[in-house]
């Protein structure tokens, strides 16, 4: 298992219910129960990095996060990345407002002195929702089959952004999208 820290975009209850469909349906079938198991929470990862100081980042996440709006989103594709890994993923609409905001927090991120890796940089960064981990290669098409029936697009709202540290999944903090009220 990786270990590191990841920032993460977290959805409005309805649409985190339509993830967690999903991956309750593959748990079942028992087809990946990985994402279940290390206690992850349906996201999209806006950065990610072996090294990264929780309380160095709080307080600058927390003050972004009051700057922004909910952010909509629309799972619109089912995709699968061609490494040893065999992540099942929904990807959303790529719109202008969710490539600005990663981009965003990106640029914050770099004037905190944090490096970039090359995936994460705007003209690479893919956003995706893990729904599945570790499938097995004979079991790929029957994941597909399982994900096309939980009729897309899905759409709803990114409400929250989170520091987690994996393996298993621990967060470190969370905070609302334009939510000034302190929780």
Known sequence: ???????ELYFDPALENQVLKAWNVLARRQISTQL????????ITLFSSP????AKLESFIKSFASK???LPLSFSSIGAF????????LSPAPTMSLLQFQAQVCEAIKKEGIEIGEEFKADAWIPYCPVAQEVPKTRMA???CVLRELKLPVSGYAMDIGLVEFSPVREHFSFGLGNT???
């Open 36 to 43: 279940i198991e290390i206690e992850s929470r349906p996201h």
């Open 68 to 70: 922004q709006e909910p």
């Open 181 to 183: 009220i302190d929780t």
């Open 51 to 54: 090294f990264l100081d929780p």
């Open 82 to 89: 061609p490494n040893e890994n065999n992540v099942l993923f």
């Open 142 to 144: 029957e994941a597909f």
């Open 1 to 7: 298992m990786s270990q590191g820290f990841s920032i």
